[in-house]
């Protein structure tokens, strides 16, 4: 059988993308989704998206690790999603969909998306880190030297290393460089290594940044390795709502795998 599939990145963070409207992909074959995702043999991502039908939004989002694994939401992911479906023909410029974590909300203008993620109750915050769900876990801790930190070998650490364990936490890296804006680096789960970005990471450390004071802030542009997001959101008595990740997503290629 003859796969079509199309490389979509954001800001660095790349996925395989496929339309599985008529579920012609194998789910199950989590040996098939690692394969696609490898960057040796063969078409290399971060993560591997399923584009399917659903009855009560305009499409659903399935999303994989590069290990083959089904996973927990991707902000980059879904904002890559949101401009393949106007690219099909599913969506103009607006948009409702279903992912892992509940119902989104997103808007596309060119080839930028505003992404709605999912309300955040809780932050637990510690002695040098803060940890939250924005639809994966993050664990979110300020370094004095990002440039220079060894991401893999110091997020694996933490990733695998109590209170997380087997299950693991994204781990995220952040240096202040004003009220509005940080530098971010990121290990995630799944993929094993640091990635150039990642949506669910950027939402985190936006929102920990304020909740643990360093900004007052509720517009705040965060950089990554490739390149930039910004975070808007809102804070009540019951927490972190409206919260829009914003950034671009641009298709890079369509291929054909035998």
Known sequence: MSLTFYKYQGTGND????????LVF?????????????????????????????????????YYNADGNESTMCGNGGRCIVAFAQFLGIIEKQTTFLAIDGLHEAYIEGDVVKLKMQDVAEIKTYNNYVFLDTGSPHHVQMESDLEHLDVKVVGCE???????????????????ISNEEFAVRTYERGVEDETLSCGTG?????????????????????????????????????????????????????????
């Open 15 to 22: 996925f395989v993308i496929i339309d599985n409207r008529q």
């Open 158 to 176: 933490i990733r695998y290393g109590n209170p997380y364990n087997e299950e693991g936490a994204n781990v995220n890296f952040v240096s202040k």
């Open 202 to 258: 950027v939402t985190a450390v936006a929102l920990a940044m304020h909740e643990i004071g360093e900004t007052q802030n509720t517009v705040i542009t965060l950089n990554t390795e490739g390149g930039q997001l910004q975070v808007s959101f809102k804070k009540n008595d019951l927490g972190y709502h409206d919260i829009w990740l914003i950034g671009p997503a641009k298709r890079v290629f369509k291929g054909n795998l035998a």
């Open 26 to 62: 194998d789910k199950n074959n989590t040996k098939l989704v690692k394969y696609l995702c490898d960057r040796r043999f063969g078409i290399g991502a971060d993560g591997l998206i399923l584009l399917e039908n659903d009855k009560t939004s305009d499409f659903k989002m399935v």
